[in-house]
């Protein structure tokens, strides 16, 4: 019997699937009206709840059939604003939040071996949830794949070291918010092919913070062999690169991470981890985070400066890609130039006796050449030069994979009397620069690449999507599940080089997609001659 129930894309009826099998138990799905099978809110771990917050995830089985028919319950914490963009209604929240969602082709089987693309959603670690509408993976599998979101723990519940904790488990403590993400890649290559996807084609994407992670899950032996590619979206925190997004990361030593949590047992005012576990969550996120990654010397067994110089990081393919207006336009020297004298008084500002190299590089004629060319120095000289970083560090330590660079340039099609506010994003606040209408900012480019931008016209109309844009979208996710496919993006109408020194390029995504060559002299000009406060790295050196 076919039920109505709420969808991010329209109100939809969806008839029931039959059962799979997994290695947790039997699944039962649902087919779209599109075709396309979902099923949601699946357990990929036993709930960490009472003796199992601040442990390790556990493999869950279950008798009878999980009807994987809904999402579940994001990973606790602090509810969103309704008024921010991003609020697409209340999803409840729990401890009980270790659930993934899959979707797969309209006529994917057992057989089908489809490219499978697994994201990781960002949120510094705070917020989110794969069950967040603009991760929906409907469209996206519809092209011809299998997609899956995750929820993992967010906050102290995911960080959280304690010299009990590392008594308990042999050793180490803290690091389980990336320990949930390979308990799901683990989930996923033990299971997807009963969804129609290929073990063996596994794609890990994250964004923002999620990209960290990805980037983290590289340097892990516990996650090798979980993903043949990955995707790196808006931050890539390699040593000597500016590291514009999340400039303070620090990997703890374990004995200051177990400090962090019994300085934290004590702002609870707790007797020990016993007191600590039969707490309310909600009581424990109401402190200030505390908490990071750890050198735990099992899941993080060396800072991963040290993981890259002994060459004992996962090599597999990867695909950078950032937004035109992201994370570090507020920074940036040359964020609000207007007119051509604001352009030189930066120029001189930034680089004194250098200024005529910069200008030579950077040439401004006119006031109506100044913001155009200002913006291009701005997305040179910040995460798409980190991308560059970040691939030379790999090669010189090794790594025999290929690399690939994109940049998301679309602007997003407001609504009129739409705007971003500071609840949005606290960096989109440059003075005269309206970054929503200007271009891309952090995280715009997420709902495009799933083609799960529909979401947004969820609480009313926010969005004027037209079919250029859905255009674009499918060419993005396509660019994706080739990844996913063959390490290699490309497509039947993107054909993107690999990256190699003195040969780089980037796909630039717009209406009209186009792959163009990078300016590599005067992105090395950059890099070495750094405006003041816009690098060099500021990451902890362990």
């Given at each position: 019997m076919a039920v109505?129930?709420?969808?991010?894309?329209?109100?939809?009826?969806?008839?029931?699937?039959?059962?799979?099998?997994?290695?947790?138990?039997?699944?039962?799905?649902?087919?779209?009206?599109?075709?396309?099978?979902?099923?949601?809110?699946?357990?990929?771990a036993k709930p960490p709840t009472g003796d199992l917050r601040w442990a390790p995830p556990q493999p869950i089985r279950w008798n009878g059939i999980w009807n994987a028919d809904r999402y579940g319950a994001e990973c606790i914490q602090p509810l969103r604003a309704h008024t921010i963009n991003q609020y697409f209604g209340e999803i409840a929240t729990s401890e009980d939040c270790l659930y993934l969602n899959v979707w797969a082709a309209p006529k994917s089987t057992t057989a089908s071996k489809l490219p499978v693309l697994v994201f990781l959603h960002g949120g510094g670690t705070t917020v989110g949830a794969g069950s967040m509408l603009h991760y929906n993976g409907?469209?996206?599998?519809?092209?011809?794949?299998?997609?899956?979101?995750?929820?993992?723990?967010?906050?102290?519940?995911?960080?959280?070291?304690?010299?009990?904790l590392t008594k308990e488990q042999g050793g180490h403590s803290g690091n389980y918010t990336l320990q949930d993400m390979a308990a799901a890649l683990q989930w996923v290559k033990d299971n997807i092919a009963v969804f129609g996807g290929d073990p063996a084609k596994v794609a890990v994407m994250g964004e923002s913070w999620g990209s960290t992670?990805?980037?983290?899950?590289?340097?892990?032996?516990?996650?090798?062999?979980?993903?043949?590619?990955?995707?790196?979206?808006?931050?890539?925190?390699?040593p000597a690169a500016p590291v514009h997004l999340f400039c303070g990361m620090r990997q703890a030593q374990l004995a200051d991470a177990e400090n962090t949590g019994q300085a934290l047992q004590a702002a609870l005012?707790?007797?020990d981890l016993s007191a600590m576990r039969a707490m309310p969550a909600d009581q424990i996120l109401a402190q200030p985070p505390r908490g990071t990654q750890t050198i735990d010397g099992w899941f993080i067994p060396r800072s991963f400066q040290e993981t890259l110089r002994t060459g004992q990081f996962n090599d597999v393919p990867i695909l950078w890609t950032s937004n035109s207006e992201d994370v570090d336009w507020n920074r940036n020297p040359f964020a609000n130039i207007r007119t051509m004298a604001e352009y030189n008084a930066?120029?001189?500002?930034?680089?004194?006796?250098?200024?005529?190299?910069?200008?030579?590089?950077?040439?401004?004629?006119?006031?109506?050449?100044?913001?155009?060319?200002?913006?291009?120095?701005?997305i040179d000289m910040a995460l798409q030069q980190d991308h560059r970083t970040c691939a030379a560090v790999f090669r010189r330590v090794g790594s025999k994979s290929n690399y690939f660079f994109a940049l998301f340039e679309h602007r997003e099609p407001i609504s009129a009397g739409v705007t971003y506010g500071v609840d949005d994003y606290s960096g989109m606040t440059a003075a005269n620069v309206d970054l929503v209408r200007t271009g891309a900012a952090h995280n715009f480019d997420t709902s495009w690449w799933f083609g799960a931008y529909d979401?947004?016209?969820?609480?009313?109309?926010?969005?004027?999507?037209?079919?250029?844009?859905?255009?674009?979208?499918?060419?993005?996710?396509?660019?994706?599940i080739a990844f996913a496919r063959s390490g290699n993006p490309s497509t039947a109408t993107v054909k993107l080089p690999a990256w190699s020194p003195g040969n780089e390029h980037r796909v630039v995504i717009d209406h009209a997609?186009?792959?163009?060559?990078?300016?590599?002299?005067?992105?090395d000009w950059l890099a070495a001659n750094p405006a003041p406060g816009h690098g060099p790295s500021c990451v902890t050196q362990n």
């Open positions: 109505a129930v709420f969808s991010p894309l329209s109100a939809q009826i969806q008839t029931p699937l039959a059962p799979v099998s997994t290695n947790s138990g039997r699944v039962a799905g649902q087919v779209l009206p599109s075709g396309v099978k979902s099923w949601l809110g699946i357990r990929y409907e469209n996206f599998a519809k092209r011809g794949a299998v997609m899956v979101t995750i929820n993992y723990r967010l906050r102290q519940l995911g960080w959280m070291a304690h010299p009990e992670a990805v980037f983290e899950l590289l340097m892990s032996p516990r996650a090798k062999g979980l993903f043949s590619a990955a995707v790196l979206d808006s931050t890539c925190p390699a005012g707790a007797a930066a120029a001189e500002k930034s680089y004194g006796g250098k200024a005529t190299n910069f200008l030579a590089l950077y040439p401004v004629k006119s006031d109506a050449e100044a913001f155009p060319v200002a913006r291009r120095v701005v979401a947004f016209n969820t609480l009313g109309r926010k969005r004027e999507i037209t079919a250029e844009d859905r255009a674009m979208s499918s060419a993005m996710s396509d660019i994706l997609i186009k792959v163009e060559k990078l300016p590599i002299v005067a992105m």
